[in-house]
């Protein structure tokens, strides 16, 4: 039996195992972490926590290079909650994921 064909380019590879073998790995490395306590008032009311992360050049790799040459895309998830009012935030690059004003009990 064969499996259909689709229009998209994507779809085209019949075997999955030849998408895993066309992608090439990706490992992520740990930039920075913060956790703060940051309410105006009472600082445990509010909570920010940022996680910078990043994932390796494959290419610099690949050629040789080590350390900061190495170094590719990275990338920025900051979390914002008020436990006093119930907003929640979460930004992904400092592009609003999540805005929510949830129950403050």
């Known amino acids: 039996m064969s499996r259909p064909q689709h ?20 490992t992520a490395y740990q930039v920075d972490y ?4 940051c309410g105006r008032i009472v ?4 909570r920010h926590i940022q996680f910078k992360y ?3 050049n494959m290419d610099a790799l690949s050629s040789g290079k080590t350390g900061q040459d190495c170094r590719g895309s990275e990338h920025d998830i ?4 008020s ?14 994921v999540l805005f929510d004003v ?3 009990t």
Do not use: C, E
């Not at 600082?43 to 509010?46: D, L, P, Q």
């Not at 436990?83 to 609003?96: F, P, T």
């Open 7 to 26: 229009s998209d380019s994507a779809m085209m590879m019949t075997d999955p195992k030849d998408f895993l073998r066309s992608t090439k790995p990706h």
């Open 34 to 37: 913060s956790a703060v306590n």
């Open 43 to 46: 600082a445990a009311s509010k």
């Open 54 to 56: 990043g994932y390796t």
């Open 78 to 81: 900051s979390v914002t909650w």
């Open 83 to 96: 436990l006093s009012s119930g907003k929640q935030a979460i930004s992904y690059d400092h592009q609003d």
């Open 102 to 104: 949830g129950d403050s």
